[in-house]
Each structure stands twice: as C-alpha cells, then as structure tokens.
C-alpha cells in the first residue's frame, strides 16, 4: 500500500539559511500535519491542512510556513534557520473521519 | 484540556512473555485512543485505535490494546514479545469532537525486549 512520502530525507543547512520539505500524503487522504520531533521527545504538532486550507496551528514559529497545492502535496518553509531547528520533521495524512495519522519517514533537518 | 500519560519511560521484558506497555488519558468528552511505534530514525507506525465498539482493540504485529472507560487506561499489550518488538511506543489521544490535528502524543516508552 501507498505511504506516506518525505522528501528529502536527510537535510544540513548553515544558521540564517533557509529549507523546504516535501511531503506527499497516501493517495485520497484529504488531512496532512507537520510535525517536529526533537531529540528524545515526542512530535509537536506544527500545522494541518484540510482539503488545501489550512486547518489547525500548533507550535510553529513565525520563521515557518506551509501551504498545500492542488495535488495535495504539502511544503513546509522554514527561514532563518537557527540550531534549534534541528530535529526530525515528520508530516502524516489521514482520513478526517477515521483520525488515524499515517505518518512519513521524515525528514532530518541539521542546522550547522 | 486533553492529555496522555505514560508512566513508564522503559520496560523491559524477556522474549517470549507477555508485554504491557501502559497508557493513561483525559479527555472532556469521548475519546480517540491510538497506539504508535517508532524505530530509530523513522516515522511512527500507527499499531491499532479505539474509536468505538469493544474495549479489546487487536492491531498490527500482533498487538491489542484494552480501552477501560472507568480507570481511562489504554494499555497496550502483546502475549508473547519478540525481540524486534524493541522500539519506541506511542500513546495518543483526542477527543471524539476535537479536529484531528488535536491529537496529544504521550511521552513515549521505550520497549526492551531481551532474547
């Protein structure tokens, strides 16, 4: 069966640089989230769309933003990067009325 | 205000005995229970959900889970452990009405299963 996609998966970038993850959801899911997992923690949710409108808001910066296009893929700029931006980016789909969030493999973001 | 405790950072089990891996929530109204596992540097794999119907919720890999309304536990269970079920499990939970994106992820409790 069709996963989740990240891409890409591993990512270094300098201090004031910039970046942007992909994220490609299970066919005909219509909910994508981002999520950011630091060290030894578990994920926090950032932010969700909903058939292509944004939808929730959770913990992310003014830095980042996100969007979802027609093809419901999803993107997730970040700006400014700072070293605590390093950490795993996971984003997952679901189904709005089954709730279960199928997640991506992620994508490693390290900010040197 | 919804919330999820695992009491548990670790537990550790010989392989082929039972495993419980605990979960307590608190919700203002119904709750959405799931179960995650997550191998190192990889995405969490959801196991199995309680949205409605039995208490005894049976997911992937052979694990199930039993919804208990009155002590609001969702333990997370396995009759015989194998070694590759060492992994990072994940409690989570919403309320029934909430959006989806509401979801509240525990802290996590690192399984150990030793050959």
Redesign the interface.
Known sequence: AAG?I?SPRHLIKEKRETATLKCYPIPRHD?V?WYQQGPGQ??Q?LI?FYEKMQ??K?SIPDRFSAQQFSDYHSELNMSSLELGDSA?Y?C?S?L?E?????????T?LTVT | AQSVAQPEDQVNVAEGNPLTVKCTYSVSGNPYLFWYVQYPNRGLQFLLKYITGDNLVKGSYGFEAEFNKSQTSFHLKKPSALVSDSALYFCAVRDAYSSASKIIFGSGTRLSIRP
């Open positions: 989740v990240q909910t989230y578990d994920p949710f969700s939808s929730d959770g795993l996971f997952a679901s709005e089954t709730g279960a969030q199928y997640f991506g493999p992620g490693r």
